[in-house]
């Protein structure tokens, strides 16, 4: 996807962001330029590409693969403030999350168990032109209990790719249904009272 950007003097970002421009920089070892982009195209660009496609930054009729590596957000008013544009080269791995993509219906939850996504994307090493769209997890087959790991999904992604998490890292597990687990804590505590009561009955009557 394509989006423009223009070169501009480092400082005055105020200006341009009243001019419905978004400032930022585009970087790699051999690059630092600082720049802009129109902030109503930047939006629609990222909200399709996020931070693991490759954008094509076209500045003064140059295209720069890149991707984004970072927004800084104004939290009050929910708008982006500046942008970081990595410049990828063919030869250079780039370190990049790849969203999972969760298919298939938990037989877990056809029993009652809560389907618990705690991963959503995988932080990897990879040369550019092996960077996926994104890992299909079938889960189809999870029974209340069952967990998927890092490690279980390891070989859906490129050979050349190097995972950088933890490979026991929990992606996603099937649950207990609440209303038992609820039951379970109820009867543990029910169990637990009466021995902190007979505990403090001992003591009064040592304390005699």
Do not use: C, G, K, W
């Given at each position: 996807m394509r989006l423009e950007a223009e070169q501009r003097t480092a400082g005055k970002t105020s200006a341009l962001r009243r001019e419905g421009r978004l400032p930022g920089?585009?970087?790699?070892k051999k690059?630092?330029?600082?720049?802009?982009?129109e902030l109503r195209a930047f939006d629609r660009v990222f909200r399709s590409q996020g931070?693991?496609?490759?954008?094509?930054?076209?500045?003064a009729g140059e295209d720069y693969p890149v991707l984004v590596k970072t927004v800084q957000m104004d939290k009050r008013h929910r708008l982006p403030l500046?942008?970081?544009?990595?410049?990828?080269t063919a030869d250079?791995?780039?370190d990049i999350n790849v969203p999972l993509d969760f298919v298939g219906t938990a037989a877990g939850s056809r029993e009652g168990g809560l389907v618990d996504m705690q991963r959503r994307e995988i932080h990897i090493s990879v040369l550019p032109r092996f960077i996926p769209e994104h890992i299909e997890v079938d889960i189809s087959e999870l029974a209340i209990g069952d967990s998927i790991h890092i490690r279980d999904i390891m070989g859906l992604f490129p050979t050349e790719a190097t995972i950088l998490d933890d490979e026991g890292l929990t992606v996603v597990t099937v649950l207990a249904p609440r209303a038992v687990?609820?039951?379970?804590?109820a009867e543990e505590e029910e169990e637990i009272e009466p021995e902190v009561i007979s505990k403090g009955v001992e003591e009064e009557i040592e304390e005699e």
């Open positions: 920089i585009i970087y790699n690059l630092n330029v600082p720049i802009s982009v931070t693991s496609s490759i954008i094509d930054l076209e500045i500046h942008v970081d544009f990595f410049a990828i250079q791995p780039v687990v609820a039951e379970e804590v």
